[in-house]
């Protein structure tokens, strides 16, 4: 496996993280799972300009387009000849003698490389179901940032309990996303889905979604959720880089709709595939 460090291209087994790497001490970084199609990539240019945001929002100094990472990540994925799959990709904000506050001068470190995904197409025929639990992550998820220890735990608890997915919910029943996730319903025909503000992740997928719905002619809300408000919508799924959409079938062995896979999520599913042919 070939791996992208800072500017250069390296072998996986000299690839090596330095024990002071603030991504590593603090958490101390932001990163990027972006999808790979037929060899291209999917949405590289949202995925660039969320990176940027991330780093701007966490003063991160590095700038996406001063070092080219579009052309090496390109070269990145020619290099390991992926057809389908991704690149996952972080940066940190350097490697400093243990310390709080921001090191001075010291360059930020990149590390890009694949990993092997691919659609979960029996989730996304027959549906799955998740598992309710509340959002106690900080309050800047907008922000794609290395502490994903919320997001695993909740995902852990999840899986344990036999879920494909936790929804998670802040303030006693306002809710947000899932913990890898965005969450969307479906009720008289609309789409329904959290604003983009702090308290979700503005999915890539997410974003395609919307282009989905516009060119579908199917209307599409940003609005909360309540718990409460899943007793009354007809359909629901997941959405993100990873899953594409997958409908949600059961909430804690409550049935959405019928219970089946959703007639609009299923139109939607297949407009998304039509995008990434
Ligand atoms: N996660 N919300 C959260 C909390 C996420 O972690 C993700 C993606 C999403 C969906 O974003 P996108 O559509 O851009 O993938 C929403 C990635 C895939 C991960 O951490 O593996």
């Given at each position: 496996m070939i791996v992208l460090k800072n500017q250069e291209f390296i072998q996986r087994d000299?690839?090596?993280?330095?024990?002071?790497?603030?991504?590593?001490?603090?958490?101390?970084?932001?990163?990027?799972?972006?999808?790979?199609?037929?060899?291209?990539f999917f949405m590289l240019k949202e995925h660039l300009e969320r990176l940027q945001f991330s780093l701007t929002e966490t003063a991160i100094p590095y700038d996406t387009d001063s070092e080219d990472l579009g052309t090496l990540l390109?070269?990145?994925?020619?290099?390991?000849?992926?057809?389908?799959?991704?690149?996952?990709?972080?940066?940190t904000r350097g490697i400093a003698p243990r310390s709080h506050p921001y090191p001075k001068q010291t360059p930020p470190q990149l590390y890009a490389y694949p990993i092997p995904v691919s659609?979960?197409?029996?989730?996304?025929?027959?549906?799955?179901?998740?598992?309710?639990?509340?959002?106690?992550?900080?309050?800047?998820?907008?922000?794609?940032?290395?502490?994903?220890?919320?997001?695993?735990?909740?995902?852990?608890?999840?899986?344990?309990?036999?879920?494909f997915e936790a929804l998670l919910y802040r303030d006693e029943a306002h809710i947000t996303e899932g913990s890898s996730s965005n969450f969307f319903a479906v009720k008289n025909g609309t789409v329904i889905t959290h604003p983009a503000?702090?308290?979700?992740?503005?999915?890539?997928?997410?974003?395609?979604?919307?282009?989905?719905?516009?060119?579908?002619?199917?209307?599409?809300?940003?609005?909360?959720?309540?718990?409460?408000?899943?007793?009354?919508?007809?359909e629901a799924f997941l959405a993100s880089t990873t899953s594409e959409v997958v409908p949600?079938?059961?909430?804690?062995?409550?049935?959405?709709?019928?219970?089946?896979?959703?007639?609009?999520t299923s139109r939607i599913l297949e407009g998304f595939k039509e995008l990434i042919r």
């Open positions: 000299n690839a090596k993280t330095d024990i002071e790497d603030r991504g590593y001490t603090f958490g101390d970084g932001v990163y990027e799972v972006i999808r790979v199609y037929n060899g291209a390109n070269q990145l994925v020619s290099k390991n000849q992926i057809k389908n799959g991704a690149i996952y990709l972080q940066i659609s979960p197409v029996d989730a996304q025929q027959n549906g799955v179901s998740v598992t309710l639990l509340e959002d106690r992550r900080w309050l800047r998820c907008d922000i794609k940032s290395l502490n994903l220890l919320y997001n695993v735990m909740a995902k852990q608890q999840a899986k344990e309990n036999g879920h503000n702090n308290y979700i992740l503005n999915g890539i997928t997410r974003l395609a979604i919307l282009k989905v719905c516009d060119q579908l002619g199917i209307p599409f809300e940003e609005r909360e959720l309540r718990i409460r408000d899943l007793e009354s919508i007809d949600i079938t059961e909430v804690d062995q409550q049935k959405i709709g019928d219970g089946k896979a959703g007639e609009i």
